[in-house]
C-alpha cells in the first residue's frame, strides 16, 4: 500500500515552487502551443466537419430510423 510520507516535505509539497520561475524551455514551448492553436483550419477540415454534421442522404439516422419526423 502506498503512503503519503514525505509528501509535505522540503521536496514533496505542491506549493514550493510558487516562487521560482519556470524553466527557459517552457517559455517556448508556450509560445508553439499558442501558435498553434490560433492557426486557422485546412479548408479540407472544415469541409469534412460539415459533412459529418450534415444528414445522412435518405433522411435516416445512424439506427436505420427514419429521422423525417
Known sequence: MAS???QSGKNGG???RAGQRPPEWADGL??????VVEEDLPDS???LLDRLD????GGKGASGQDQSR
Open 14 to 16: 505542491a506549493g514550493n
Open 54 to 57: 450534415a444528414p445522412p442522404p
Open 45 to 47: 477540415f472544415k469541409d
Open 4 to 6: 503519503n510520507h514525505g
Open 30 to 35: 508556450k509560445q508553439l502551443y499558442d501558435s
